[in-house]
């Protein structure tokens, strides 16, 4: 007869096998895809889709089939799986933790400082090979080509992206008086070209940090979601595994030095209180 904590995670463990086969299929479609500024998910996707795959199938096995080391295995590799997204969890609260638009007055859209953001962040967005992928997908993905037709009113009253405002224009600080520029560095580095625009300026990479950063806290929500199912997976995955220990060796051999309590005739006590 099947304990409910064993039918439960066997349950809640093929859920999770069958979901990880479309994580896995996503991950393999983006290696193929080069138009889609999410290439650098596919490695973790890859990985998630994995590890839920073998860590479900082992749980799934042990709790189904009484296999007591399957269960055990799974319950290991289970706490570190929990334990990593935690830490993941928390550190991505804390770097995204900082930044955020700044309002322009006059104008729908904010404009974005690379000096508001967390350090780590910073330091991802200067390594230059990094930065030439980053670039690379956003010139793929059209993104300037859709304000191209704007209007000066339209910059008035229309709202953009992050990085939109960040590497399709220069910032609106910047001026041009009897010849001279001025405004700060990104207005040096804005250019008209297609292929060059504002993509080196501060402010690109501030746009590009201020989505990842939004994709990021997102991603944090589910996480700890995931991790409230993870828990108690685990703690079912806890009862099934003392259930088929149970089942596999019924009898401990201290059960027959276990004393047991009788419980005395209903004319125990009058007799003691008459004697």
Not at 1 to 6: A, G, L, T, V
Not at 185 to 198: A, H, K, S, V
Request: charged letters at 15%; a positive charge.
């Amino acid at each position: 007869m099947y304990r409910f904590s064993n039918t439960v995670i066997g349950v809640l463990n093929l859920l999770s096998l069958l979901a990880s086969i479309p994580i896995i299929g996503a991950a393999l479609w983006k290696a193929r895809s080069s138009t889609t500024c999410e290439n650098f998910l596919q490695t973790p996707l890859l990985v998630i889709g994995f590890i839920i795959l073998l860590v479900s199938l082992a749980g799934f096995i042990g709790a189904c089939f009484n296999v007591a080391w399957a269960l055990w295995v799974y319950l290991v590799v289970m706490i570190f799986l929990i334990a990593t997204l935690m830490g993941l969890t928390l550190f991505g609260l804390v770097v995204t933790s900082q930044g955020g638009g700044v309002e322009v007055p006059g104008r729908v859209y904010k404009e974005y400082r690379l000096g508001d953001y967390h350090p780590w962040l910073r330091e991802r967005v200067k390594d230059p090979q990094y930065w030439v992928s980053i670039r690379s997908c956003i010139l793929s993905s059209k993104t300037c080509a859709k304000i191209e037709s704007w209007t000066t009113l339209d910059y008035f009253q229309r709202d953009m992206n992050s990085v939109q405002s960040g590497c399709c224009k220069p910032p609106t600080a910047c001026t041009y008086e009897t010849g001279v520029i001025q405004g700060g560095e990104d207005c040096y580095r804005w250019n008209n070209g297609i292929e060059t625009l504002c993509y080196e300026c501060d402010a690109c990479k501030a746009g590009v940090l201020e989505e990842i950063r939004l994709d990021w806290r997102k991603l944090s929500v589910v996480n700890i979601l995931v991790l409230v199912l993870l828990i108690a997976v685990y703690a079912a995955g806890c009862c099934a595994f003392h259930n088929t220990r149970h089942a596999a060796h019924p009898y401990h051999p201290s059960d027959d030095n276990r004393m047991t309590k009788v419980r005395p005739r209903w004319d125990y006590y009058w007799y003691v209180l008459l004697h």
